[in-house]
């Protein structure tokens, strides 16, 4: 069987792998010739079987009692206090998010979907996350996904955020078509918005005409209250059709939500061409509109206009929010974007598109608003990008923006009425500087000068000024470090790294005998706590 390097775009509500065949890229077909390239991130369990995507869909649909879950991507991030909130029988998100990849990408079972068994063993991979994973220093998603990966013994080479993945895409599909009709390929300032089920996130990329992408400036609503992107969306014309039919909302555990959940979204994606007409004209006179339906689901259950108006309101709040940050940055630093490209399951809802261009002061025929990409490649474009970058074929100079160090204790000589006392000195150590790209950092950033430690075991005092905005805060690393070839005059040098994935490790290596300890850092949670005294040279 042959082998590839693949993107996995793992989404809140679907997820996509994309792969090379012959210099081509493709989507992988989950169940075969005719299955889903669109995979639903949803999950079913019965007794020691397990389903995912429309199967596992349909199961919980039909078949209440049995345990199932949607959306976990999204939990990822939380805290483990929380994980019994939303998740049975001892599962977590992380459990939940492991046993999704295996039976997407792994599964051996003679009948299996996964890509493994059905296309061929994946030799490298890439997956994309959300910006805001990147953004918020205390995001816990980016190293749980990265670490459930490995688990899984799966050769992942990155996280990349999905907007820089996207933007990876549109360098590599401009200069294909700009070879092919003989012209000179696109450069200049690409601006993604990437808005899907449980996000919305926009990066501001520089592309060069060899396949190099920059990430200028990023922000973005990322999964903070749900209440940015298409599943928020989703969830409410739901209840609205609900509650219009029998005079109160339904529980949202509840099967028939489900149910109706998926009926609502099959209905919405197959009359995508004739609402978005009807969309355009209530927009111009929404009077007449106002309480006409626009969508018909499942068993009488309507939604009107106004309904998806008021659905909608919260999200088109948050476009505002964003675009507007992104508006002031372009001109304090005076820039501009040349191109809009909007990526991401929700991005084909006019009501989105409307929201977006208006936020940006554009109107629908502006040049800069990308359009050359269809619907369908532009809903796989963070995949595409994914697996273009697992391959080589695009090169994404992404910078890590927050500043981290340690906390040390100088001996120092202090007067005092017996005569000269040693006393210890506060020092924080700057590490890792925020603004450096990721290549510059997965090599560790030593300290320049050896340390020493009174005993082999302590708790590491580091420091953090997420955003490199110039507030530090101290942080307790969760575990409690053993000093590598530990012994009373032993010298230390001590560092920091990023890896490619955006995760930081603090490295200790001992002077003599280069014998090297790393803790990755991920669970900062802002505690001050009890520092361990080293003393220098």
Request: hydrophobic fraction near 35%; include cysteine; charged fraction near 20%.
């Amino acid at each position: 069987m042959p082998s590839y390097n693949i993107g996995l775009d793992f989404g809140t509500t679907n997820s996509i792998i994309s792969y090379l065949e012959n210099g081509k890229l493709e989507a992988f077909q989950y169940g075969g010739a005719g299955g889903e390239k669109y995979i639903p991130s949803f999950i079913a369990y019965e007794d020691d079987f397990i389903e995912i995507g429309n199967a596992a869909r349909n199961t919980a649909a039909h078949c209440p009692d049995i345990e199932s879950y949607g959306n976990f991507k999204m939990r990822l991030p939380i805290r483990e206090s929380e994980f019994a909130h939303f998740f049975n029988n001892g599962r977590t998100p992380i459990s939940v998010t492991q046993d999704y990849l295996y039976e997407l990408l792994l599964s051996k079972e003679s009948e299996s979907n996964s890509f493994s068994n059905q296309q061929g063993e994946i030799a490298q991979l890439v997956v994309s996350v959300p910006e805001i994973w990147q953004r918020d220093i205390y995001n816990l998603g980016r190293e749980r996904l990265q670490n459930l990966i490995r688990k899984l013994n799966l050769p992942l080479i990155q996280l990349v955020s999905e907007p820089v993945a996207a933007a990876a895409y549109y360098a590599w599909e401009a200069q294909r078509q700009s070879q092919q009709e003989h012209s000179e390929s696109f450069t200049g300032n690409l601006l993604v918005c990437d808005i899907g089920g449980g996000t919305f996130d926009v990066s501001l990329c520089h592309i060069c005409s060899n396949n190099k992408v920059e990430v200028l400036y990023f922000d973005g609503q990322g999964d903070k209250g749900l209440e940015s992107a298409g599943v928020a969306f989703d969830r409410r014309c739901v209840q609205a059709a609900y509650k219009k039919k029998h005079g109160h909302i339904i529980d949202e555990n509840d099967p028939e939500f489900t149910r109706l959940l998926k009926e609502f979204e099959t209905t919405k994606i197959s009359c995508h061409s004739k609402t978005t007409k009807k969309l355009i004209d209530y927009l111009e006179k929404p009077e007449i509109w106002f309480d006409k339906d626009i969508y018909v689901f499942s068993g009488g259950y309507t939604v009107s206009f106004g309904e998806v108006h008021a659905a909608f309101a919260p999200i088109a709040q948050g476009i505002q929010r964003v675009m507007q940050k992104m508006r002031n940055w372009l001109q304090y630093n005076n820039q501009q974007f040349d191109v809009l490209f909007l990526v991401g399951g929700f991005s084909n809802f006019y009501l989105v598109q409307k929201a977006i261009a208006n936020a940006l002061g554009m109107n629908d025929n502006d040049s800069k608003f990308e359009r050359g990409f269809n619907t369908v490649t532009s809903t796989y474009a963070i995949s595409y990008g994914a697996c273009l970058i697992a391959n080589g074929l695009v090169d994404p100079v992404e910078k890590y923006i927050h500043t981290l160090g340690i906390v040390v204790h100088n001996e120092v000589k202090i007067p005092t009425i017996r005569g000269m006392e040693t006393g210890f000195e506060e020092e924080e150590i700057t590490l890792i500087k925020g603004g450096f790209t990721l290549n510059e950092l997965n090599t560790p950033q030593f300290y320049h000068k050896t340390l020493q430690a009174d005993r082999k075991n302590f708790s590491v005092p580091i420091w953090v000024d997420p955003q490199s905005k110039g507030k530090r805060c101290k942080q307790r690393l969760s575990e409690v470090i053993q000093l590598p070839n530990f012994f009373s005059s032993a010298r230390y040098r001590v560092g920091m790294r990023v890896n490619r994935s955006q995760v930081s490790y603090l490295v200790i290596e001992e002077v003599s005998s280069k014998e090297r300890v790393e803790y990755e850092l991920g669970n900062l949670l802002a505690k001050i706590f009890p520092s361990f005294v080293l003393s220098e040279d």
